[in-house]
């Protein structure tokens, strides 16, 4: 059981992965270099946070062409794991593995804040460890973290419970004000057909050890460890 | 040959940058100031003797698949031939 976690030139969330998979959860874990052509024999990839390319044009637009995404798209498809943080939720999304798009924050702002997050869904192997419903408090760092869609594909998304996490308030309520960027029906996360491929904009590795504040966020890398642990 | 290439959120998207910009606008006075909606352009040389064609081909192409997000952006595009 390996990990690989992606390394775009302006990642910048990759030790934190590289950290919480090697050190706090234990498993054998690698980077994987934007230029590698191959995925290592890993069995599960992250896709970390940070500006890879800069950001230039839009968010993951250009890290999408990687050589290493051709190998992320190949193992994707045939039903890998595949987990994007963040700028690797917008990398995903641009690669066109998972649907929609995360456009700029509704107020403009890039906000580095500690929200509330609900499991909306807990079949998936990054979330199956944790009860539906269940809140989690986990770091947001983003400015284009307003996830959109089309109608016909955001009612797909609620008919095959492909919205994984929900922004709430502490309380667990999906309301407006705990919408944090505008995104549609406060959605933070989602995942693919397959349920192997998940997309989220908050930072469960920064919320991963007592000391950080919060360990909300392994319960995340617990759900796949363990999913992983059973196949 | 160039190309000019601008790039738009399409009609049915947010476009919160546009409304700040128009609020803006407003602001200072323009009153008849209606929608604002914000964009980017690209221009780019094309090398070689390619015809019209395969010029309207090959940039329709790079819009697609490289300027824009289909999900949120459209595009449109004018070639011109440099005296």
């Not at chain 1, 990759?14 to 590698?36: C, I, K, N």
Request: charged fraction near 25%.
């Amino acid at each position: 059981m390996k990990f690989g976690v992606v390394v775009f030139p302006g990642s910048n969330c990759d030790h934190d992965a590289y950290h919480v998979l090697g050190t706090v959860a234990r498993q054998p874990v690698t980077f994987l270099w934007h230029e590698s052509h191959d995925l290592q024999n890993c069995d599960a990839i992250i896709i970390p946070g940070g500006f890879a390319f800069g950001d230039y044009l839009r968010t993951g637009a250009i890290a999408r062409f990687s050589p290493v995404m051709q190998a992320v798209s190949k193992f994707a498809r045939s039903g890998g794991l595949v987990l994007g943080i963040c700028n690797g939720f917008q990398v995903l999304c641009e690669a066109g593995l998972l649907p929609g798009a995360l456009m700029r924050n509704a107020g403009l702002k890039f906000i580095c804040k500690f929200v509330h997050v609900r499991v909306e869904s807990t079949d998936t192997p990054y979330t199956q460890a944790c009860a539906r419903g269940e809140v989690l408090r986990v770091p947001i760092a983003h400015m284009e973290g307003n996830y959109f869609c089309d109608e016909p594909m955001h009612a797909r998304l609620q008919r095959e419970e492909r919205i994984i996490f929900r922004y709430c308030d502490a309380e667990g309520r999906a309301t407006a004000e705990g919408n944090p960027n505008g995104a549609l029906d406060n959605i933070a996360g989602i995942c693919n057909e397959g349920r192997n491929v998940l997309g989220l904009m908050p930072h469960p590795e920064r919320a991963s050890e007592a000391e950080l504040g919060s360990m909300d966020g392994f319960r995340v890398f617990e759900s796949l460890v363990g999913a992983m642990a059973r196949q | 040959m160039k190309a000019y290439v601008y790039v738009s959120l399409k009609k049915s998207v947010l476009d919160p940058q546009g409304k700040t910009i128009q609020g803006a606008l407003k602001k200072m006075g323009y009153a008849d100031i209606g929608e604002v909606r914000q964009g980017k352009y690209f221009e780019i040389t094309l090398g070689g003797d390619l015809q019209q064609e395969q010029a309207s081909a090959e940039i329709e192409r790079i819009a697609r698949e490289v300027l824009t997000n289909p999900v949120i952006e459209e595009f449109r595009y004018r070639l011109e031939q440099p005296d």
